[in-house]
């Protein structure tokens, strides 16, 4: 069939890697809490990121994939682990 225009079906986004390819994932959050869940089915692989910091989960997966596809990512300036633990 055709794809999706507005590239989300039944709750899932379907968004497209220019080194992947297809990536299908749904996410949500509630004040707390974020989730993400997405996955390339061409090769199996599966990301599943919760947080404690609304907005993170889908910056975790996206670094994921970008990881898997080679590219290089920003490394993190402050560890959040260590910040909360000092509060």
Partial sequence: GNV???NFGLGWEIGRDTT???IVSHGGFSTGL???VAFDRASGRVV???DIVNG????????????WAGRS????????V???ART
């Fill in 34 to 36: 974020g989730s993400n």
């Fill in 48 to 50: 599943i990121a919760f």
């Fill in 4 to 6: 999706n225009p507005r």
């Fill in 73 to 80: 990512v920003p490394v993190p300036r402050r560890n959040l």
């Fill in 56 to 67: 993170t989960a889908d910056a975790i997966v996206s670094t994921a994939f970008a990881l």
């Fill in 20 to 22: 992947i390819g297809r």
């Fill in 82 to 84: 260590d910040l909360y």
